[in-house]
């Protein structure tokens, strides 16, 4: 049996079982995503992990074998069959990927904000399905599949979704009472929300998961730019605001929505009021997405939407999908048909 990274506990590959050669994969990133990553491939010998790039070859990994796997040194990409970026960021995490895929091979990714700032570098290769990016929104729970797949045979009308678990317990903790400025500093405190919590808390993060689900299902000409200008956050609610709610039966959430209006389709992200008991209505890190097609109905999905666990089967399902040589999610040729009316799922999600 070949064996190429064996430490005394685990060994990151063996020949598959069957007798077919494993499928050689690098990652770039070894974060809360990358970490996990490395971890479920332990028990996956169809994959030979040749490498790790990081930025920070010293800081300790946590999974067994880091010292052999971390590098900076970007050759360890140079041959791998899937290259699987777990890093983030529109730059040079971006610009390795795309180098990957003009070389004709397969990536899979996580970044949300490289595929909705730079699409159209992506796209000549999501059209030859060499784009694997299921984990890029709403992490492991399928969203990104399910779009370009089973509900492209309908045509669709709305698609309403909770794409940001950050924002949602700021939220939750709010209907409690908090401010703001406390909710959030508990959210950093526990974990839930980043030392810079921008992309989160002014709905950028929603936005770029909005962007890319979009173009799958709605318009494929979705610009990053009209998505970013319709954005706005949470940080200008008041505990105030959200107490009347409450005095309603309603809640606030950050909904990221996809509507038809006077003839387009629209998209934007923004705190809207909800009724108790509604569909969207999710607590903790739990996103859920309620697709509206015709004829299929309102379809809705709802799972952990962050996570290093949840993320980690999302890449693995996609890497598992490159390598068998399946396609990726592939591009709509064109826009939808915009509905005449605006559609009867939007009911129950009030702007503020
Ligand atoms: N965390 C989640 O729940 C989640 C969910 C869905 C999608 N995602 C996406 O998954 C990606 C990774 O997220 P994460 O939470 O794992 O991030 P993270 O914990 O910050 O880890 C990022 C990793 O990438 C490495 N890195 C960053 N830029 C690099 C570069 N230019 N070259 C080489 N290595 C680089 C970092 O290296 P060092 O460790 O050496 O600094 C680190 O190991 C992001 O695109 C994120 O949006 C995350």
């Not at 010293?58 to 067994?64: G, I, L, N, P």
């Not at 070389?103 to 909705?116: D, E, I, P, R, S």
């Not at 950028?204 to 909005?210: S, V």
């Not at 200008?229 to 008041?238: K, M, N, P, V, Y």
Request: net charge negative; hydrophobic share 45%.
């Amino acid at each position: 049996m070949k064996q190429a990274v064996t430490t005394n506990q685990v060994t990151y590959q063996t020949a598959r079982r069957g007798g077919g050669k494993p499928t050689k994969v690098a990652l770039i990133g070894a974060g809360t995503v990358g970490e996990e990553v490395v971890r479920l491939l332990r028990n996956r010998p169809e994959f030979e992990l040749v490498g790790v790039l990081v930025r920070d070859p010293a800081r300790e990994r946590a999974f067994t074998g880091w010292q052999e796997l971390v590098t900076t040194n970007e050759d360890v990409l140079a041959g791998v069959d899937v290259l699987v970026e777990v890093a983030g960021g529109t730059g040079n995490a971006a610009d390795l990927s795309l180098r990957h895929l003009a070389a004709g091979k397969q990536l899979v990714t996580a970044n949300k904000a490289a595929l909705a700032e730079r699409w159209a570098e992506y796209l000549p290769h999501a059209e030859e399905g060499r784009v694997h990016f299921e984990a890029a929104v709403m992490a492991g729970t399928p969203a990104v599949g399910v779009l370009a797949g089973a509900l492209r045979g309908s045509a669709p009308v709305s698609l309403h979704a909770v794409l940001n678990g950050t924002c949602n317990v700021i939220l939750a903790m709010m209907d409690e009472g908090s401010s703001f400025a406390a909710a959030l500093a508990e959210a950093q405190r526990l974990g839930f929300a980043e030392a810079d919590p921008t992309l989160d808390v002014g709905g950028f993060d929603a936005a770029h998961k909005l962007t890319v689900l979009g173009r799958l299902a709605f318009d494929p000409a979705l610009t990053w730019q009209a998505v970013h200008g319709a954005t706005r956050g949470i940080s200008d609610l008041t505990e105030q605001a959200l107490a009347a709610q409450a005095q309603r039966g309603r809640r606030v959430r950050l909904i990221g929505s996809i509507v038809a209006n006077s003839g387009r389709w629209e998209a934007q992200v923004r705190p809207v009021s909800l009724p108790v008991g509604h569909p969207l209505l999710t607590t903790g890190g739990t996103n859920a997405l309620l697709f509206t097609g015709d004829p299929v109905g309102t379809v809705y999905v709802r799972g952990a939407g962050a996570g290093g666990g949840s993320t980690a089967s999302g890449v693995l399902a996609d890497m598992l999908t490159a390598a068998a040589g399946s396609s990726g999610p592939r591009p709509l040729a064109s826009a939808a048909p915009v509905p005449l009316t605006a559609s009867e799922a939007s009911d129950g999600v009030e702007e503020l």
